[in-house]
């Protein structure tokens, strides 16, 4: 295949009308044909093959990513806040703030909350889509060439290379879009289940914000406040318990590990596609093309993420609730808007899910809120925040279904003496036991 031509744009984006590399050749003939005979078409699938095949590192080219998110956002319209939006959001993170230094003894992250536009929230979760799907990506295209049979790789020879570049360049461009789709949805900085701006700065996105109390019959005021209460419970969590972030994102890449791709699904996939109706190849893709084969080391990474989200977002609507006990009457129903929200996710989640397996959501947010509730009614807020402190010691899936024996236990261990003798001879009695290899948590398996 001719090499493309480099952009003369100027600048990094590439040429919106480049060259035909094709010209005079056979090939003009072929492309022209799949373009449908329209030389506009023609001339912007050039610049689609430019931009798939530009170099870039990593996997994902990320700057192809975020110019599809940022066109995905302007096709719909984005209006950047303005000084009356950032005083208003102050002014509502101040009271926030004071209502949450009476519920929890996690403090508050800053004295500051940014008002985003799509665009801004778009540009500032680019560093953390980069940590969370780079991983994966690099597992799923590397997939690819692995599942051809040997001889059909020693066939491709050098065509392999392209083969990734083609992969990477598919994968980039769904993260884009499900980038795009997401930023039509997301109200704040930790919305998706843990901060994408790794300064720790609470932010909204103040469009998204304002309609999400749409069909609500409730005040703008008190839609907006209620999410700046999330967002803060939010922000003061990560900030308080260093792991966590970390905690999350290696699920996601112990995920990625190991993934192998059902080459049958691919070919009849495949088999059914019109080779001349590009729209149709494109939601071929889109649809997730590749069926991932999850293994049981995959599962167990997916449920470690998927309890490990649970609980955050259990977290927040415990304290968020407390916040607003006997304050705010209309807490409750925007309390139920946001459960109902987390229950039924929406179409960038579903492109998440089908590209990769991945669902950012919590399944069991009403469990793990009154998990929290019952650690607090049994040993107050701060034995609740307390668990936070190491990821051995919060609750399991298994503990979602009993809320109050997980209570109970926390409880009952917070009553040891671990200054007395019966103390140190259970302790000996577990190292021994671990030194032998059993009784290993679940976590470590």
């Given at each position: 295949?001719?090499?493309?031509?480099?952009?003369?744009?100027?600048?990094?984006?590439?040429?919106?009308?480049?060259?035909?590399?094709?010209?005079?050749?056979?090939?003009?003939?072929?492309?022209?044909?799949?373009?449908?005979?329209?030389?506009?078409?023609?001339?912007?699938?050039?610049?689609?093959?430019?931009?798939?095949?530009?170099?870039?590192?990593?996997?994902?080219?990320?700057?192809?990513?975020?110019?599809?998110?940022?066109?995905?956002?302007?096709?719909?319209?984005?209006?950047?806040?303005?000084?009356?939006?950032?005083?208003?959001?102050?002014?509502?993170?101040?009271?926030?703030?004071?209502?949450?230094?009476?519920?929890?003894?996690?403090?508050?992250?800053?004295?500051?909350?940014?008002?985003?536009?799509?665009?801004?929230?778009?540009?500032?979760?680019?560093?953390?889509?980069?940590?969370?799907?780079?991983?994966?990506?690099?597992?799923?295209?590397?997939?690819?060439?692995?599942?051809?049979?040997?001889?059909?790789?020693?066939?491709?020879?050098?065509?392999?290379?392209?083969?990734?570049?083609?992969?990477?360049?598919?994968?980039?461009?769904?993260?884009?879009?499900?980038?795009?789709?997401?930023?039509?949805?997301?109200?704040?900085?930790?919305?998706?289940?843990?901060?994408?701006?790794?300064?720790?700065?609470?932010?909204?996105?103040?469009?998204?914000?304002?309609?999400?109390?749409?069909?609500?019959?409730?005040?703008?005021?008190?839609?907006?406040?209620?999410?700046?209460?999330?967002?803060?419970?939010?922000?003061?969590?990560?900030?308080?318990?260093?792991?966590?972030?970390?905690?999350?994102?290696?699920?996601?890449?112990?995920?990625?590990?190991?993934?192998?791709?059902?080459?049958?699904?691919?070919?009849?996939?495949?088999?059914?596609?019109?080779?001349?109706?590009?729209?149709?190849?494109?939601?071929?893709?889109?649809?997730?093309?590749?069926?991932?084969?999850?293994?049981?080391?995959?599962?167990?990474?997916?449920?470690?993420?998927?309890?490990?989200?649970?609980?955050?977002?259990?977290?927040?609507?415990?304290?968020?609730?407390?916040?607003?006990?006997?304050?705010?009457?209309?807490?409750?129903?925007?309390?139920?808007?946001?459960?109902?929200?987390?229950?039924?996710?929406?179409?960038?989640?579903?492109?998440?899910?089908?590209?990769?397996?991945?669902?950012?959501?919590?399944?069991?947010?009403?469990?793990?809120?009154?998990?929290?509730?019952?650690?607090?009614?049994?040993?107050?807020?701060?034995?609740?925040?307390?668990?936070?402190?190491?990821?051995?010691?919060?609750?399991?899936?298994?503990?979602?279904?009993?809320?109050l024996a997980f209570a109970q236990r926390t409880r009952e261990a917070d009553?040891?003496?671990?200054?007395?003798?019966?103390?140190?001879?259970?302790?000996?009695?577990?190292?021994?036991?671990?030194?032998?290899?059993?009784g290993r948590d679940e976590r470590d398996a």
């Amino acid at each position: 295949m001719a090499e493309l031509p480099p952009s003369n744009s100027g600048d990094d984006q590439p040429d919106s009308n480049p060259p035909n590399p094709f010209a005079g050749t056979p090939l003009e003939q072929m492309f022209g044909a799949l373009a449908g005979g329209d030389a506009g078409g023609l001339q912007a699938m050039f610049g689609q093959l430019q931009r798939m095949f530009t170099p870039h590192e990593g996997t994902v080219n990320w700057d192809m990513a975020r110019d599809l998110a940022r066109k995905s956002v302007a096709q719909t319209g984005d209006r950047s806040p303005n000084a009356g939006d950032q005083s208003r959001l102050l002014d509502t993170a101040r009271l926030a703030e004071h209502w949450l230094d009476g519920v929890t003894d996690f403090p508050a992250v800053g004295s500051t909350v940014a008002a985003w536009s799509r665009a801004e929230w778009v540009e500032s979760s680019i560093p953390a889509w980069r940590e969370l799907v780079e991983p994966v990506a690099e597992s799923v295209v590397g997939a690819i060439g692995k599942a051809l049979p040997p001889e059909a790789q020693a066939m491709a020879g050098p065509m392999m290379g392209m083969l990734t570049q083609l992969g990477g360049a598919m994968f980039s461009q769904q993260i884009g879009q499900a980038i795009g789709a997401l930023s039509q949805d997301v109200v704040s900085a930790t919305d998706i289940g843990f901060p994408v701006n790794t300064e720790g700065k609470p932010a909204l996105v103040i469009d998204n914000a304002r309609g999400f109390g749409d069909g609500l019959d409730i005040d703008d005021d008190d839609v907006l406040l209620y999410l700046t209460l999330r967002e803060c419970a939010s922000q003061r969590l990560f900030a308080a318990t260093p792991w966590l972030r970390d905690y999350l994102f290696a699920a996601i890449a112990d995920y990625g590990r190991g993934i192998s791709i059902d080459t049958s699904a691919i070919e009849e996939k495949m088999s059914s596609l019109d080779p001349t109706n590009l729209a149709g190849v494109q939601e071929a893709m889109s649809g997730g093309l590749f069926d991932l084969e999850q293994t049981p080391d995959q599962r167990a990474a997916l449920t470690r993420l998927e309890t490990a989200l649970t609980l955050v977002e259990g977290w927040i609507d415990e304290v968020v609730g407390q916040a607003t006990d006997k304050v705010m009457p209309q807490a409750q129903a925007l309390r139920e808007a946001v459960r109902r929200r987390r229950a039924t996710g929406g179409p960038a989640e579903a492109t998440f899910a089908a590209l990769v397996g991945l669902e950012l959501r919590p399944r069991r947010l009403r469990d793990a809120s009154a998990l929290w509730g019952a650690l607090r009614a049994a040993e107050g807020s701060a034995a609740r925040d307390a668990v936070w402190a190491h990821p051995h010691l919060v609750p399991t899936a298994a503990d979602l279904d009993d809320p109050l024996a997980f209570a109970q236990r926390t409880r009952e261990a917070d009553e040891i003496d671990v200054e007395s003798a019966d103390f140190d001879a259970q302790l000996t009695a577990l190292l021994e036991e671990g030194s032998d290899g059993e009784g290993r948590d679940e976590r470590d398996a």
